[in-house]
């Protein structure tokens, strides 16, 4: 069985700037440890570290990273640098630069450092929503109609691509179940308000393989295939990977991890956080599944980590075992 998946961005009225591939790949990874890992631990990376972290996952042949969160320095001191990590990253050939925009004004913020894709967290959870967001449902999706006037002001060249993310899509540590009818009426919402696509969050580690098959159908089902290429999935309780394998056969393209499964995750001491980047990309490529990546460049990465953060926890498993004897990769 080959995997034929197209990689793409899905073309909306909108257009965006995302630099093109290079080599062929089958699936994207999203590096997401410069924001939700760091975001979610006490110690402050410096800037300097950053810059050697996002440069050498690139080297390794990671081609999209988010690099950080438009948000108040008060709020998050850990990513008070992220204009200036963009633009340095914007400084690395073929490299995707994310950033997580809250509102309106980060938005703005991530436009005026030139980020190729911005995407705005929308919580399915009201809870959720409200004590993350300070917003309603309503308030949010009048945020993103905001946004979306202002990206149509830009040139289309400089325009970024505008990414709704349906956080705490799969259950919330507040309200337990989130209702699936609810996150297919805000995925139409989404679209609505002028989103290039959504994408589908598993905030908090609930997600099991069988929801996110039922959910990435009912979701494409409403919004089109081509409107939901990503999944971005927490390994709180060990089932990260099982959940990418489910959302690959649904024939997603996009997976969010962070090296060393960095941030861990609040609720559940001893958790790791996103999924492990180096164990995703190891299955990946055992399996022939191209992404572009080269394992043993990308295990070497987590030096950086390792000496910029020695009070914090790093995860995986293949960075402890090592990659099995004779060993190739699909890139
Ligand atoms: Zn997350």
């Not at 540590?173 to 805000?186: D, I, L, P, Y």
């Amino acid at each position: 069985m080959g995997f034929r998946f197209p990689l793409f961005y899905p073309q909306s009225d909108l257009g965006y700037s995302t630099p093109p591939m290079s080599a062929k790949i089958d699936v994207l990874i999203s590096e997401v440890g410069p924001r939700d890992g760091l975001q979610n631990i006490d110690s402050i990376m410096p800037t300097e570290a950053k810059q050697r972290w996002l440069q050498a996952e690139a080297d390794a042949g990671v081609r999209e990273i988010e690099v950080g969160s438009f948000v108040p320095a008060k709020t998050m001191p850990q990513l008070a640098d992220t204009g200036e990590i963009v633009k340095f990253a914007r400084t690395i050939e073929g490299l995707t630069v994310a950033a997580l925009v809250p509102n309106f004004r980060g938005a703005r913020d991530a436009v005026a450092a030139k980020a190729h894709k911005i995407s705005i967290p929308f919580s399915v959870s009201a809870t959720h929503i409200q004590k993350n967001l300070r917003r309603t449902h309503d308030e949010m999706l009048q945020e993103v109609r905001n946004i979306t006037s202002m990206l149509k002001d830009i040139p289309a060249a400089d325009r970024p691509h505008f990414e709704g993310s349906l956080s705490t899509a799969f259950g919330c540590s507040m309200e337990g179940k989130v209702s699936e009818t609810a996150v297919v009426r805000f995925a139409e919402q989404l679209m609505e308000a002028g989103c290039a696509e959504v994408g589908l969050s598993d905030t908090t580690g609930y997600a099991n393989p069988a929801q996110i098959r039922r959910l990435i159908k009912l979701v494409r089902g409403a919004v089109g295939d081509d409107k939901l290429t990503g999944v971005h999935l927490h390994n709180t309780r060990g089932l990260g990977l099982a959940n990418v394998l489910a959302a690959l056969d649904e024939g997603i393209t996009t997976f969010d991890s962070s090296l060393g499964g960095l941030g861990g995750c609040p609720a559940a001491p001893g958790a790791s956080g996103n999924i492990v980047t180096e164990d995703l990309v190891f299955m990946l490529e055992a399996m022939g599944v191209r992404t572009g990546i080269d394992v043993e460049k990308l295990l070497s990465v987590r030096e950086i980590l390792l000496q910029a953060l020695p009070n914090e926890e790093m995860y995986g498993f293949t960075p402890d075992s090592g990659l099995p004897k004779g060993f190739t990769g699909a890139s």
